[in-house]
């Protein structure tokens, strides 16, 4: 069984300072990673994934997330966030399957001007 | 391009009723997947649809029933709606397998059951 856990609920940050959100996975198998954005009532967009290949992976608005393997860890980091940053973010792990896509409880992030 | 649309928006059941949500996308994607998202619960799938013409139940499919209509289509039907069924309802697609390739989401359906 793989399970996705987001230990924090909230995190609050100040404009311009840079955050990390956690995310740590378990899984017998190998994993596909992914963190997805939820915009105030919006459904999920796909931010980044890691599929194979390199461990750092970014998206195109300046977040980055570093797949390790050993800590099981796949940390979403930005230097500098924005007060349209705010949001709540989905981590999640696959096996690569159709239903096999794990969601973790969400942490929103509130940037404060 | 309207990606993934779905309606109703907000719905308010008795106990008992039934409804469908209807979803649709228009993107020429392969699979359709119904989720539902509670409060501290993150996102559970109910049902999905890897191609037209098959579906298979997720990880909470009791209480619901679904039809992929042709490839753009993929509804979700409530029987007898239950408070427990209240939640936010959200359909997705992905051009194949969602553990490797993008969800394109809707914008929801938040459902009531009083």
């Known amino acids: 069984a793989q399970s996705v856990t987001q230990l924090d609920s909230q995190v609050p940050v100040f404009e311009e300072a840079p955050v990390e959100l956690r995310c740590n996975y378990s899984?017998?198998?190998?994993?596909?990673l992914f963190w997805y954005v939820q915009y105030p009532n919006q459904g999920l967009q796909l931010l980044l994934k890691?599929?194979?290949?390199?461990?750092l992976v970014e998206s195109i608005n300046g977040f980055e997330a570093e797949f390790n393997k050993s800590q099981t860890s796949f940390h979403l980091r930005k230097p500098s966030v924005h007060i349209s940053d705010t949001a709540e973010y989905f981590c999640a792990v696959s096996d690569g399957g159709y239903q096999k896509v794990t969601f973790g409880t969400g942490t929103k992030l509130q940037v404060i001007p | 391009n309207a990606g993934v649309t779905q309606t109703p928006k907000f719905q308010v059941l008795k106990t008992g009723q039934s409804m469908t949500l209807q979803c649709a996308q228009d993107m020429n994607h392969n699979s359709m997947y119904w989720y539902r998202q509670d409060p501290g619960m993150g996102l559970r799938l109910i049902y999905y649809s890897a191609s037209e013409g098959t579906t298979d139940k997720g990880e909470v499919p009791n209480g619901y029933n679904v039809s992929r209509l042709n490839k753009r289509e993929f509804s979700l039907r409530l029987e007898s709606a239950a408070p427990s069924q209240t939640s936010v309802y959200f359909c997705?697609?992905?051009?194949?397998?969602?553990?490797?390739?993008?969800?394109?989401f809707g914008p929801g359906t938040r459902l009531t059951v009083t």
């Open positions: 997705a697609s992905s051009e194949g397998a969602a553990g490797r390739h993008e969800q394109y």
């Open positions: 890691y599929l194979s290949g390199s461990t």
């Open positions: 899984s017998s198998v190998s994993v596909y």
